[in-house]
């Protein structure tokens, strides 16, 4: 695995992390050290203090021999040095332990304090090695002597001890976590991030060699997933880019090579009749026309798709604009021997929409019915609505769509008999410009088609009353 970069989101997590962690056991560390030491030294202190007063009120009512070696004899099964001493400070009776002690340490305890009853002398378990409590043996009022206790510190400085070396344990575990989140965030965050980062940078450098592997639900492979769609998105607009440049080209490419083989023809003055010279003009003259043609849709198009035309949207009359159609093109159609009917809706039908535009994706499929329609075939075009829609079916019985080109007549360009179409002068935008204007309608168009027999081509509309 590589070792992460200092940027890497893991390390800024594990760092967080591990001064969180240790950030707590600081404080938990010194409240524990707080209450411990303070809760221990009171409780060695009040045990000592109680035991030597104890004994001091024992020793009050009986003081004399036996009860003292009675006083050390309870006090020989603990750890607890004792001292009972006269009023002058001579020892009478000491704890066998008391040995332990040295004689300069003893002589300071013993002179060091005063006399009242039940008072510590020493308590700095830091610093010293005992804790030391003495407490006045009094016989009618007057101090005879004194017990003083020790008991050794080092109990409490080994538990001291002990809770460092735990909190440092824990420290040291929580330092490890901290190294196994960013282990484990590296892994399953950083690297994927990573491949991610790798990959984008190739796809914006135009490379899709490259596919994620997202494995599992979580964000990180739902984000995968999306860029290997989009990749895989983009890989399409741009396949369809240049299929499209290459549509064009071959579009431009055949009036072009018409007219500059005519125009040469005639320029040369190879041509001597008069009738071929004519027909040649008129073959210049058409193929220009079917240029312009070309030029003028593309540029629509583009424009429709940039959103660059205003429409001009009010309230329009469908059978308005169906009348104003049928009066441009029922005549041409008739003469070819194609029957024309046309039944309205019972209710006048209104949109929000612009009549021009809609009259233009009328007068595209009436052409395109015209023109893959054979004589004594027939075209009818019929209105109605629903609740919240109305439509405009337009029918043939002309040579119909296979089945596979039915969701492609939409694209740019895409004609399904290239020959003929040419031959009837489409290039395969009257369908692309038209659906792009009903979309901007919020509206749609459909197509159902069976070849040899008709299509049928349905737009529907938002009804407005
Ligand atoms: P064109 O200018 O070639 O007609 P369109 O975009 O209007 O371009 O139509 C795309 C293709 O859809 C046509 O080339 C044709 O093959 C097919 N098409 C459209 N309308 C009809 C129809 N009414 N009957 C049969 N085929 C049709």
Redesign the pocket.
Known sequence: MKIPKITSVSVKLGSMVMIIFLLLIVAIHTALYMLFVRFYTNDQINELLQRSSSYSAVLSDHFEETTISHVLSLESSTDNLLLILDASGNRLGASDNLSVLSPDYLDKIITHGNEEHGSVLASDWKNQDYFVAQSAIQVDQQAVGKVIMLTSTDTIRTAVRTLGVTNLSVAAIAILISGALIFVTSNKVVQPLLRIIRTTQRISDGKHDWELTPKGTDEIAQLSRSINQMSANIQYYKHQRNQFLADISHELRTPLTYIKGYSEVLANDVVENEQDKKRYLALLHSQSIQLQRLVQ?LFELANLEQGAFSFEFKRTSIEKVILNTLDLMSESIKKLGIELTYDPSPVSLYVMGDERRLQQVMI??L???K???PEKGAIHISTFADEERCAIQ?T?T????PEH?LPH??????????S???A???????????KEIINLHHGEIT?E?IEDA??A?TIRLGKIT
């Open positions: 849709d595209n499929l052409e395109n019915a023109k893959y329609t337009v043939d002309g040579s119909g769509i080109d007549i939409w694209e740019r360009l895409y004609r399904v008999d290239k003929r179409s040419r009837t002068g489409g290039a395969g935008l009257g369908l692309a410009i038209s197509v088609s008709g299509t081509f």
